[in-house]
């Protein structure tokens, strides 16, 4: 096999952005053998403009994909330009440091041979962009026996020049996305044919993939029949048929969720997640490797859930990628350059590839409250109103019981659509329809959230990156806390642990840390009392002797309690594996 599936030496990952911390974080055992360490996190996007996109300017970042279009591509029939579009690239790729992905979009950028060559082309139906501009676009009919034909012979000529590579260059190539319909997405079309006859159906368009799947394998395989490079598929299209030839076929397997990195708070993410989490374990069952990907397009700089806060909204961006489990965040050139955004860059790469709780550099629980209007046990209808997802009576219902706590729904409408209209929202919209209703988490669990706290919206300084979403501890009798479950795994052999915890410093109560040590299950670590600055503060500790076997109340590993009357509000929770 090429050199990059190779056993990867142990890394240290970089600290969280802002965390002062005079120690290393440990050394982690390498989790892939598919893939180099740490080469997953934040990549820009769109297409690698090496001219605006480098080390220099984009300091944070892994990498950059390179899309290349087939009009380029293949100009003429049968002349490829694949050296001329890609060698230079790949050259600085390995001069920056960069990893890279590679796909060929095969519409709406068809070359024009095709259609002289008796291939159909199609109006569509209009749409709009991301951005809310309308789409004059034409499309391939991709059945087209000719079509398929010139489909194939670009996708086996594509993996010959990466079979020609050196290791050095190929290397850098981490796979490839197969893009069989419209500028990578799933689907095959933006819009419907104008004309009768040329829809596709799901189970024809199911097949076109697979075929298209079954010769890029065979383009990117050695004499022995073995894959030298991995490939990534879309997610949103595949049915069971997709998703047992993806078990069957490949030796390590990539899918792409654009709704896991679109912004937070979209449509259907319990179902969505649920799906996802459910083909992640049948891929484990099977012994292979998995990876993943999304990008953040261009509607963070249009629309105000994003505008009004940018910094805070790539934050939060950034940290329900993580919870949903995605490797490859891209993130916009101009957001990704620099250390405007670091905080959210910094966040995803942390926790990006980690899946594995006893290798994972780090441990989160981001507290929140997410208020789903779907849900008629926490919601009822006889209160809220009848649960239909295009009932923005029920949302406004439910936002306004909370709206002491700064819950409010600026866009209704938006709310009701799918992840396609949520992200069009024009203010911040905190009801949804089957979203996630409880924290943001990797391996650090509340326990009993919601006997034991309260969610808030929009608290603290409007400006800071944290006031989005919070939870405070709930008090009974001058006093409350909250408990958290480390996962068993992560804290397997004894390491130095740095333990970082985000709150408001608002009100003059009083509150303490406390977790399981060696000697002592509720040993107490500090104890804080509030200045009321109003500002968002952090704690920071280094933890030795940390026994996490869930010996504290409520067989918990961590607790914050508090005594007074006053709210105590909680952004984070934080643990990191650093050397003794």
């Keep these: 096999m090429k050199k990059m599936f190779f056993l990867i030496f142990a890394v240290i990952i970089a600290s969280f952005s802002g965390c002062v911390n005079s120690q290393k974080e440990i050394a982690i055992e390498p989790s892939s053998k598919y893939f180099p360490e740490n080469c997953w996190g934040v990549y820009s996007w769109a297409g690698w403009n090496t001219k605006e996109v480098s080390r220099e300017s984009h300091p944070l970042i892994k990498g950059a994909p390179i899309i290349l279009k087939w009009n380029d591509v293949e100009p003429e029939p049968g002349v490829f330009k694949f050296e001329e579009l890609l060698d230079e690239k790949l050259k600085l790729a390995d001069a920056n440091d960069f990893y890279t992905f590679l796909m060929i979009w095969v519409a709406p950028n068809a070359p024009e041979w095709l ?272 649960a239909k997802k295009n009932n923005i009576g029920r949302y406004l219902n439910i936002a306004a019981a909370y709206k002491e706590n700064g819950a409010m729904q600026g866009d209704p409408e938006k709310a009701t659509g799918g992840g396609m209209v949520n992200r069009k929202r024009q203010d911040y919209n905190d009801v949804g329809w089957g979203i996630l209703d409880g924290n943001y988490q990797r391996f650090i669990s509340q326990i009993d959230a919601e006997s034991t706290s309260k969610g808030w919206w929009h608290k603290g300084p409007e400006k800071s990156i944290y006031s989005r979403f919070a939870r405070s501890i709930i008090m009974n009798e001058d006093k409350g806390a909250i408990y958290f479950d480390v996962n068993d795994l992560f804290y397997q052999n004894p390491v130095t642990l740095e333990i970082r915890v985000v709150y408001l410093d608002e009100g003059n109560s009083e509150w303490s840390f406390l977790y ?55 952004h984070l929770i934080e643990v990191i594996k650093i050397e003794k």
Excluded at 163 to 174: A, F, G, H, I, K
Excluded at 347 to 375: E, I
Excluded at 527 to 538: A, D
């Design 115 to 386: 259609y002289e060559n008796g291939v159909p082309e199609l109006e569509m139906t209009p749409t709009l962009n991301p951005l809310g501009q309308p789409r004059d676009w034409t499309f391939q009919y991709y059945l087209d026996e000719d079509y398929i034909n010139y489909y194939h012979r670009l996708l086996k000529e594509f993996g010959a020049y990466l079979m020609q590579l050196p290791d050095s260059l190929r290397e850098r190539v981490l796979y490839i996305q197969s893009a069989e319909g419209s500028t990578g997405d799933g689907g095959p079309y933006k819009g419907d044919p104008v004309l009768p006859g040329f829809v596709i159906s799901n189970e024809a368009w199911g097949e076109f993939r697979i075929d298209a799947w079954e010769v890029l394998k065979a383009a990117v395989s050695d004499e022995n029949g073995e894959m030298q490079i991995p490939l990534l598929v879309n997610f949103d299209s595949n049915s069971k048929r997709q998703y047992e030839w993806l078990l069957e076929n490949l030796p390590v397997i990539g899918l792409k969720n654009g709704m896991f990195s679109h912004g937070y708070h979209i449509s259907d993410t319990k179902s969505r997640l649920e799906s996802w989490e459910t083909f992640r374990k049948d891929v484990d069952a099977h012994g292979m490797e998995f990876f993943s990907r999304g990008e953040q397009d261009g509607e963070w700089a249009v629309y105000g859930w994003s505008t009004q806060n940018p910094e805070q909204a790539f934050y939060w961006s950034g940290i329900f990628a993580t919870h949903c489990g995605l490797d490859m965040w891209n993130v916009p050139n101009e957001a990704s350059a620099g250390y405007h955004y670091q905080d959210a860059i910094n966040f995803f790469n942390k926790y990006a590839g980690h899946h594995k709780p006893s290798s994972a550099p780090a441990a989160f629980c981001a507290l929140r409250k997410g208020l789903d209007a779907s849900d008629t046990i926490a919601y009822p209808e006889n209160i809220y109103g009848s």
């Design 516 to 570: 399981d040590s060696k000697k002592d299950p509720e040993k107490m670590a500090y104890t804080i009392k509030n200045e009321n600055s109003g500002e968002w503060k952090e704690k920071t500790i280094i933890v030795k002797d940390a026994k996490f076997e869930n010996n504290g109340e409520r067989s918990s590993d961590i607790s914050i309690r508090s005594v007074g009357k006053e709210d105590v509000i909680f």
